[in-house]
């Protein structure tokens, strides 16, 4: 909550809007991947790469893009960390900000104030993850990239094509491979666009959102080995993602 209210720049989330926040999200895991639990002692994130906090930010309009614990770790940080406004940092019990004000950083921390920080500094520091809010056309572009050139390296052209690659996926138990997290964060983006754009002739992308959202909800009930089901949402899903403008 209080890392949220950082990145807003007021109170915009009080004590009580929070619990709320948790059971929409709890009913969100329930609905959408068939996961009973409570967020408030166990955050989770999903193959759209969400969790509780970058939930609670894309029903304000913002999508975050996720870095799990420890990716930045002994890593270059990515030009959008540095670049960025804000960034979310956490780990196993704690979720604190980076202010980017006036060209320098700052760490803003419920337990610890508000102190200058050097953002480098996240690449020495083990079992943190971090979330940074990113414009969505172009973590779009990031990922709809990340497809096309998976569907490049396996030589994928046609509908044909892609049933074989699952096919084979699926027979070396890979499931959805690489495909599952950028496809998922994907969808994941272009339902945040609707929610600020409901706009009537964005019905082919509302109608690709609730087909795949259908996929997802089966495919989450213990079919994630049901070969006729992937084939039956994914050939046409992937091919109708990566043909948006």
Excluded at 78 to 83: F, G, H, Q
Excluded at 117 to 144: A, T
Excluded at 185 to 190: G, H, K, P, T
């Amino acid at each position: 909550m209080h890392s949220l209210n950082a990145f807003f720049g007021y109170s915009k989330i009080t004590a009580g809007d929070f619990q709320k926040w948790i059971a929409v999200y709890d009913t969100y895991l329930k609905k959408r991947f068939n996961i009973s639990t409570s967020s408030a002692t166990f955050d989770i994130t999903n193959s759209d790469q969400t969790n509780l906090v970058s939930f609670i930010l894309k029903r304000h309009e913002v999508h975050a893009r996720y870095y799990a614990l420890n990716t930045v770790h002994g890593k270059t940080l990515d030009p959008e960390v540095e670049k960025a406004e804000f960034v979310f940092v956490y780990n196993a019990g704690h979720i604190w900000g980076i202010r980017k004000l006036n060209g320098k950083h700052h760490k803003v921390d419920s337990m610890g104030g508000v102190q200058p920080f050097n953002i480098q500094g996240l690449r020495s520091m083990r079992d943190i993850g971090i979330l940074v809010p990113v414009p969505l056309k172009y973590e779009w572009n990031k990922k709809i990239d990340v497809i096309n050139a998976i569907l490049d390296e396996e030589g994928v052209r046609c509908k044909k094509q892609l049933v074989q690659y699952l096919t084979r996926l699926h027979n070396e138990k890979e499931i959805l491979g690489c495909l599952e997290i950028p496809m998922g964060v994907a969808m994941s983006i272009l339902e945040t666009n609707l929610s600020i754009s409901p706009n009537p002739e964005f019905k082919q992308i509302t109608n690709l959102v609730t087909k795949y959202n259908s996929f997802l909800v089966k495919f989450t009930d213990g079919q994630y080995n049901n070969l006729g089901l992937i084939l039956e949402y994914i050939p046409d899903l992937i091919f109708e993602l990566v043909s948006l403008q």
